[in-house]
């Protein structure tokens, strides 16, 4: 079985989480570094919020979706297996696709859609599309990243566990509230700061 852990309860939120780190963290890597001074630490930290809100809200839903699911199939061990196996393929999956979309929309400007790769034509021009950003920094990031992600976010889901207490659970609660507060602020405020911007698409992507 996919990550085995049967003397542990199964909970998306490792899973969860480290996908939503993953998801930022490569949108940070498209802004670049930014100068070591307030203004500038501040600026980039407010581009990042703008930019991957969807990121955060993506994971979190993909969590949610998995636990519910798991829940649902609690009685039956098979399918439980099953659903926790379709979400640790899928967290992968989605990483790889954070990490290859930035690459794409840093070359392209545009978001990698279907359409996009139904627009790039036959194979011939999309392999030669697709060298013209393909470094080696990129395919070991391809490579080695979701292979820490599954790292990271197995042994978090293997010896990271709180006691289900009422106080966890208040937390839980608080921290879906400022999740959803987070995602709502930064839509707002993307209308009043990105709407001009040359690299607004990024908002959109993955």
Known sequence: PILNTSDRPRTTFWFAFWLASVMVATKAADL?????????????AQDLTMISHA?????FTVGLVGQLGLQLSAKRPRLEWAVWSMLVVFTIVSVLYAIVSVQVFAYLQSPLTYRL????????????????????TTVAGVIGVPLLFLAVAWLSHRFIQPRRTRAFRVGQALAVVAMLAFVLFSRYV?????????????????
Do not use: H, Q
């Not at 990121?55 to 994971?59: E, G, M, N």
């Open 190 to 206: 993307r209308g009043a700061t990105w709407g001009d911007r040359n690299d607004r698409g990024i908002v959109k992507n993955p």
């Open 55 to 59: 990121d955060v809200a993506f994971a």
């Open 117 to 136: 790769i139904y627009l790039a034509g036959d194979i011939k021009n999309m392999r030669s599309s697709v060298g013209a950003f393909v470094s080696v």
């Open 32 to 44: 670049g570094m930014p100068a070591f001074d307030l203004a500038s630490l501040l600026e980039f």
